[in-house]
């Protein structure tokens, strides 16, 4: 009996199992556990990158294991240093950059900068006369030929992201903010090492006073050659296109998946079309309009619009009969283009003894008017002299478009001649046809395409499914022949596009009916499903549910706004900007996650602004976007409003 109480004791004492714990914390256990190893930038670098690159150990998230990743060929713990020392000046009077050429953890090479630094961007620097910001000089980071870093003269508009550091600016700008000029500083070293050889994976170690260390390897390579097949995609970025497909075509895996039915029963294939604005302008010649085919024995063109046949036998007495006969003389006109013929007209004629003027065998005109029939006159054939008219007859009604025959007969008496003058005026000015060429309509009205690429008069309008929210102006083009040209203002002349289809090959969509039944029919408490029987009938069923408790969560995660004064000391073409300004001292603003009880852990130099709590400034972020992207855009002054 006494044993079993010991026994008893003993039991109760121990504490309880993991297992003991819910979900809900072990969950919340973890994410802690996550946040203390990865909640910032600086915590990610110093727990992971930096010793994943050095091949220092790396401990798990809970730190139960620690093991010393090989994810470069070939790594150092001293791949470069950079050393600021500010003079009296407030300009940095020496710059060194100490580096770790064939990685074995010791410094070989050394160089200072052959100038004072007086100001700092992101790719450069600035060199000035000490202490002021006169005489400046602009130089750009580079590499030379043995890959070690130097300095080349460029004009300012080559920098980028410039400021002033030196005592013009204030006093004692860059041994106050010393940690930020050695990033600046060491970030455009950096930039300008693994633009020249991407082999480098470069991360930032530690800062201590007026140094800072970087750590890095060469991530991608053991060869002593930049041009590796891993690496010329950089420069190259259409090739890995080629590559990638020649990669699956020689990869079973790929090539099983891919003849899948999964993968077969529909495809996605692009379709490219174009909607185009087609513009065709047409000046034709008289003989376009209107010409002689046969017949008749002459015409005369006036001024490019005017053009005149005459038909006949005009020579005085050129035609002789005994008694009384008839003479037909024929002329072809083939009218091309109706709609711009503006008038036909016969305007004169003259003849011995009668005349008629016919169009495709209708009698159109007769002189005298009496003499109607296809025969000779029934009067008297001869009367005794000439005769002439100017009746400007309209011919139009009769010319419609095609050939037509024209006769004019003359019943002469003993002697006689015959003459008809036709005139013509054409429309031969430059005429504009307008006509819009959609190939993209079957693919816009097809459900089973959507566009991803639009580009509009070279503007991309639309890009990867999304639009970019550019239009192009309207434009102005100036279209032209051989004859004539016109201006033309439109909003668009071409677009290029392109269309996602997704082709069906035939395999049935999967049955998500039932899915549908029951996320629309069930309840918090209650879950209701629909069964299909084996002759096709269904059958509905309804069960109690019940969620597990999910818990409680904060609505967000408290932050907090703090703010630090900062000197404005961005360098620009016209100098500084701080100089141009009245109060040349600014705020930067920042958000802290707030700790434990909501405290807000307020940094150097900081005040609180806002207090821990879900913050919402995100209008107050869209204005100050749209306040640079507008600062950014061009200006151009025109002698009108628009």
């Known amino acids: 009996m006494r044993k079993r109480a010991i026994l008893m004791i003993a039991a109760l004492a121990i504490p309880l199992p993991l297992a003991a714990q819910t979900a809900q914390d ?35 998230v809970d730190s139960s294991r620690a093991f010393t990743p090989n994810i470069a060929c070939r790594k150092t713990a001293t791949l470069l240093e950079v050393l600021a020392q500010p003079s009296a000046s407030g300009d940095l009077g020496t710059v060194r950059i100490s580096r770790d050429t064939d990685l074995d953890g010791t410094f070989d090479d050394s160089a200072v900068l052959p100038v004072p630094v007086s100001g700092i961007c992101a790719n450069g620097v600035i060199s000035c006369d000490t202490g002021t910001w006169n005489n400046c000089h602009f130089y750009r980071w580079a590499v030379d030929g043995a890959q070690a870093p130097k300095l080349e003269a460029v004009a300012m508009t080559d920098l980028a992201g410039c400021y002033c550091i030196n005592s013009s600016c204030g006093s004692g700008l860059a041994l106050s903010n010393m940690p930020t000029v050695l990033k600046d500083l060491g970030g455009g070293v950096v930039a300008a090492l693994t633009t020249s050889d991407p082999r480098y994976g470069v991360a930032q170690a530690t800062i201590e006073g007026p140094v800072i260390s970087y750590v890095g390897a060469r991530s991608t390579s053991c060869a002593s050659s930049t041009s590796l097949g891993q690496t010329t995609y950089r420069a190259n970025p259409t090739a890995i296109a080629g590559d990638a497909a020649a990669a699956a075509n020689s990869s079973s895996i790929f090539q ?84 711009r013929l503006t008038s036909v007209r016969l305007s004169q004629y003259r003849m011995d003894d009668w005349m008629q003027l016919w169009i ?87 459900a089973a395409c959507s566009l991803t690429d639009e580009t509009v008069d070279g503007v991309t309008t639309a890009l990867n499914g999304v639009r970019t929210g550019l239009k192009p102006i309207q434009q102005t083009r100036i279209v032209s022949t051989s004859t004539c040209s016109v201006q033309l203002t439109r909003d668009f002349f071409e677009k290029e596009r392109r269309y996602r289809c997704t082709i069906d090959k035939g395999m049935a969509d999967p049955d998500t009916s039932r899915g549908a039944y029951i996320i629309d029919h069930s309840t918090e408490t209650a879950l209701a499903d629909r069964l299909t029987n084996d002759d096709g009938s269904y059958r509905l069923t309804t069960r109690n549910f019940a969620l597990p408790d999910r818990g409680t969560v904060n609505a967000c995660e408290p932050l907090c706004k703090t703010r630090r004064p900062q000197s404005n000391t961005a360098a620009a073409l016209d100098g500084v900007t701080g100089s141009k300004q009245n109060t040349p001292v600014g705020w930067d603003y920042l958000y802290h996650a707030c700790q434990d009880n909501n405290v807000c852990p307020v940094g150097d130099g900081e005040e609180l602004v806002q207090g821990c709590g879900c913050l919402d400034d995100f209008p107050e972020a869209v204005v100050m976007m749209q306040t640079m992207r507008l600062g950014g855009s061009d200006l151009i002054c025109t002698g009108t409003v628009r």
């Not at 994410?31 to 220092?56: E, H, I, V």
């Not at 006949?312 to 009218?335: A, K, Q, V």
């Not at 015959?418 to 013509?424: G, H, M, S, T």
């Open 360 to 446: 495709d065998g209708q009698l159109v005109f007769a002189d005298p008017g009496n003499w109607t029939g296809s025969g000779v006159p029934s009067y008297s054939c001869d009367r005794k002299t000439n005769w002439q008219g100017s009746p400007n007859l309209d011919l139009k009604p009769w010319l419609t478009k095609g050939d037509h025959d024209v006769l004019v007969r003359v019943a002469v008496g003993g002697n006689g001649e015959v003459f008809a003058q036709i005139d013509a005026t054409v429309d031969a000015s430059c005429r504009m046809a307008e006509n819009l060429v959609d190939g993209c309509a079957s693919y816009a009205g097809n």
């Open 256 to 339: 099983m998946l891919s003849a899948s039915p999964a993968a077969t029963s529909r495809l996605l294939e692009g379709r490219n079309c174009t909607i185009e604005r087609q513009v065709t302008l047409s000046s034709p010649a008289q003989r376009n309009i209107i010409s002689r085919i046969a017949g008749g024995y002459g015409e005369v063109a006036t001024n490019g619009v005017q053009i005149s046949f005459v038909m006949g036998s005009p020579g005085d007495n050129s035609l002789h009969s005994d008694s009384c006969s008839l003479f037909d003389y024929h002329m072809t006109l083939r009218i091309s283009d109706p709609e």
């Open 26 to 60: 072990r969950a919340r256990a973890a994410a802690q556990a996550a946040r203390a190893k990865t909640g910032d930038s600086d915590t990610l670098l110093r727990n992971y990158l930096t010793p994943g690159l050095s091949g220092q150990p790396v401990s798990t």
